[in-house]
T-cell receptor, first 117, second 114 residues
Framework: AQKVTQAQTEISVVEKEDVTLDCVYE???????LFWYKQPPSGELVFLIR??????QNEISGRYSWNFQKSTSSFNFTITASQVVDSAVYFC??????????????FGQGTRLTINP | ETGVTQTPRHLVMGMTNKKSLKCEQH?????MYWYKQSAKKPLELMFV???????ENNSVPSRFSPECPNSSHLFLHLHTLQPEDSALYLC?????????????FGPGTRLTVT
C-alpha cells in the first residue's frame, strides 16, 4: 500500500528564518508522482509542485525549493526567508498508478506551519 | 467564474435532512474528485469520476451519493448523515490523460451535522 508520512505535525518559526518540511513516502510502483499542496486558512488546497519519479533534479521557485531523493524516499520542501503569508497547512501527496487516466492521490497528515512576525 | 467552485461554502443540517453539495470546474478538465477532510484524519479520497464515469468509490457509506452529469459538474447528495460526517468536503478536478496531472481544488464546503 502507498503511504505518505509527514512526521512534523506543527512547526513554528520567526519570520525570515528558513524552514524545511519533511515528507517520506512508500510505494511499490516504479512510476509515481509526488506533489506538495498549501492549504491557507481559507481552506482551498493550492497546488505548489509536481515531480515524477524519474526526475530527481531539485527545483527552486523563488523562496521555495524541493529536494527529491529516491534513495531515502523523501521529498522535502524548504521555504527560505519565511514570511507571515507562508503560514498554512502543507500537504505532501503521492499519486498511485492511474485509474483509467484519473489519479488517486494519497495525502500525508499535513504540517501546520506558523510564521511569527 | 474561474477554477473550481463549490456551493454552499457552509452547511448545517440535521441527521434527517437531505441536502446536496455542488462542484463546478471551469478548467476544461475531465476528471473530478470528492475528498473528505476531518480534524482527526488526513484527506480521504471518496469518489473519482473520469469522463463522467465513476471509477472509484473508496468504501464510502451509501448515505453519500455522488452524481456527475457532465465533465464540468459534480454533486454529492447527502441523506441521514451522522455527526461524525461533519467535515470539510473538497472537490477537485484534473486532466485525465496518460500523464499524471495535478489536481485543482475548490474552496470546500464546511458541513456540520447536528
Amino acid at each position: 500500500a502507498q503511504k505518505v508520512t509527514q512526521a512534523q505535525t506543527e512547526i513554528s518559526v520567526v519570520e525570515k528564518e528558513d524552514v524545511t518540511l519533511d515528507c517520506v513516502y512508500e510505494t511499490r510502483d516504479t512510476t509515481y508522482y509526488l506533489f506538495w499542496y498549501k492549504q491557507p486558512p481559507s481552506g482551498e488546497l493550492v497546488f505548489l509542485i509536481r515531480r515524477n519519479s524519474f526526475d530527481e533534479q531539485n527545483e527552486i521557485s523563488g523562496r521555495y525549493s524541493w529536494n527529491f531523493q529516491k534513495s531515502t524516499s523523501s521529498f522535502n520542501f524548504t521555504i527560505t526567508a519565511s514570511q507571515v503569508v507562508d503560514s498554512a497547512v502543507y500537504f505532501c501527496a503521492l499519486s498511485e498508478a492511474e485509474i483509467q487516466g484519473a489519479q488517486k492521490l494519497v495525502f500525508g497528515q499535513g504540517t501546520r506551519l506558523t510564521i511569527n512576525p | 467564474e474561474t477554477g473550481v467552485t463549490q456551493t454552499p461554502r457552509h452547511l448545517v443540517m440535521g441527521m434527517t435532512n437531505k441536502k446536496s453539495l455542488k462542484c463546478e470546474q471551469h478548467l476544461g478538465h475531465n476528471a473530478m474528485y470528492w475528498y473528505k477532510q476531518s480534524a482527526k484524519k488526513p484527506l480521504e479520497l471518496m469518489f473519482v469520476y473520469n469522463f463522467k464515469e465513476q471509477t472509484e468509490n473508496n468504501s464510502v457509506p451509501s448515505r453519500f451519493s455522488p452524481e456527475c452529469p457532465n465533465s464540468s459538474h459534480l454533486f454529492l447528495h447527502l441523506h441521514t448523515l451522522q455527526p461524525e460526517d461533519s467535515a470539510l468536503y473538497l472537490c477537485a478536478s484534473s486532466q485525465a490523460t496518460g500523464t499524471s496531472y495535478e489536481q485543482y481544488f475548490g474552496p470546500g464546503t464546511r458541513l456540520t451535522v447536528t
